[in-house]
């Protein structure tokens, strides 16, 4: 064998993408269908990008909220091994709860724990209605996560019910908040957010771009994916008009 003969396998940083997703009784039908139906379609572009990404591997955790919060996994699943659980709905609305839990596993003691690095995760909220708890709480101590502040984070809200004021606190800004009020719309936007977040959220930034101080070891970013993202909605904004065609009688 040569000495250029020998193949090195570079180590792969992981990007976690969390989807939040709220299971209160409100939820119900079809939006909680259309949600479940959305993300099992999405998987296997999901694996795609992962297997296809020389820099990072792309693992999915999954966290329903409603009275109180759960963890669908342990541990984030790689997309190649990940497979959608359909989610019920039922209960209250504890946005609270939810931001507590995310805030507990944004860790290294936690769900950020992968020995060869992490990217700064991509967090995608869905969610139709008010909390029902203390969510002021758990969100203050959610954005003093140095992982949540250099993550990527989108929101939808389903129906016209959903608090978009909430939504934005959670994400920074009211230009990261989707309103959807057909299934349609809500299937699109969730495969569109899935797809773009993980392709974004996993790319090394720019060779000489001037970074900041990333979150626990996370890549430097510049000012930053989300400000990138926000472009992406925005640009999709536009096609999403066209997605009325379809034949479509249930509206939020």
Known sequence: MGLFDEVVEVARRTMVLFFVIDTSGSMNGSKIGTVNVAIEEVVPELREIS???????IKVATLAFSTGARWMDSEPVSAENFRWNYLDASGVTDLGEACLQLNEKLSRNAFMNDAKGSFAPAIFLMSDGEPTDNYK?????????????????????????????????????????????????????????????SEI???????GAKGVEGAEGAEPVISSKQDEFVKEIQAQSADATTWDSFDDDIQW
């Open 51 to 57: 297997e296809n990404n020389a820099d990072a591997q």
């Open 137 to 197: 709480h758990g969100l203050e101590k959610l954005k003093q996560n140095n992982w949540f502040k250099k993550a990527i984070k989108v929101a939808i809200a389903i129906g016209d019910d959903a608090n978009k004021s909430v939504l934005a606190e959670f994400t920074g800004s009211v230009e990261s908040v989707i309103v959807t009020r057909k299934p349609e719309e809500l299937k699109k936007w969730i495969q569109f957010v899935s797809v773009r977040a």
């Open 201 to 207: 959220g996993s790319k090394s930034s720019n060779a």
